[in-house]
């Protein structure tokens, strides 16, 4: 049998992906001297409360291989492969750890999947993956179908600023909009697994209602879409967002999840995105 191992970036909550019997590996969040796992010693309202006290931004850490290890040769001695869903290695460093974790274990059969994602579109990938699973398929053919969805993921996403982007050195090919936004709202994109730049807006209202416009034009009208929108203190515009998307693609429910801390660490709070697979 094939164990499916996540970790937090991919937003699903943790109940959640206890029930459907994934395993889930946290970051790391770094207030000056002090670390805390975002599994269960430090939850969002803390982590903003702190956000908000702290006089420096926060550090994230990708877990350590040592996190990993103990599953490894768990699942090895029962005769289970195992297949790790990670973020995009350009975002976090969770792919190299867990890498580096099955070097040290090399008895396990062991596949790293790197996603070139995050948050709302790695939570569909961990699904499905525990899904294949369940049905029986090979490893092979889990990281197969995997990355084939990968590669059709839309992620749109607006910042209330760029200054934790830049500040935590993953802001990509958007670069070039420090200094010249001042007051202007980029809308960002994930493109193979970096952050890029859309376009931008004058407020963050006409920039929330242009990320609705191109995820109506680009959306498929079915379920295989997979859309999902993800926020971190923005839940009365995510609920917003998810209505009218729910009205106008002739989708029954959008899962509305919370961005993880770690996240937010690297985008700030107020962020809200969209993430949907297109067909082929």
């Known amino acids: 049998m094939v164990k499916i191992i996540a970790d937090t ?22 207030f000056g001297e002090d670390s805390f796992r975002d599994d269960h010693e430090i939850d969002t309202p803390t982590f903003l409360a702190k956000l908000q ?3 420096d931004l ?13 599953l490894f040769k768990k699942y090895a001695g029962e005769g289970d492969s195992i297949l790790v869903v990670t973020p995009s ?26 996603t070139r994602t995050i948050a ?21 053919k889990i990281v197969e179908e995997l990355r084939t969805l990968a590669k ?39 493109d193979d697994g970096k952050v890029t730049a859309i376009e931008k807006q004058r407020t963050s209202s006409k920039a929330l209602n242009r990320i609705k416009t191109l995820v109506l034009e680009q959306c498929p009208k079915c379920e295989d879409a997979q859309i999902t929108i993800s926020h971190c203190g923005g839940e009365v515009r995510a609920s917003q967002l998810a209505q009218e998307l729910e009205q106008a693609l002739e989708i029954d429910t959008i899962p509305v999840y919370v961005v993880p801390s770690a996240i937010v660490v690297h985008v700030g709070p107020g ?8 067909n082929d």
């Open 120 to 140: 709302g579109g790695l939570g569909v990938l961990v699904k499905k993956a525990k899904t294949l699973a369940d049905q029986g398929e090979t490893l092979e």
């Open 271 to 278: 962020v809200i995105s969209v993430s949907f697979f297109k």
């Open 58 to 70: 926060p550090k994230t850490a990708a877990p350590p291989p040592a996190m990993y290890e103990p």
């Open 89 to 114: 290695s350009d975002l976090s460093g969770t792919y190299r750890s867990a890498e580096v974790a099955a070097e040290m274990v090399p008895e396990a059969n062991v596949q790293i999947l790197d």
């Open 53 to 55: 006290a702290a006089k």
């Open 152 to 190: 059709k993921e839309v992620v749109y996403f607006l910042v209330d600023t760029l200054e934790y982007l830049h500040k935590g050195g993953r802001i990509g090919n958007a670069s070039y909009l420090i200094g010249s936004v001042l007051q202007m709202k980029p809308i960002l994109g994930v």
């Open 9 to 30: 970036t991919c937003g699903l909550p943790l109940d959640e992906l206890e029930e459907m019997g994934v395993d889930v590996i946290p970051q790391i969040i770094i």
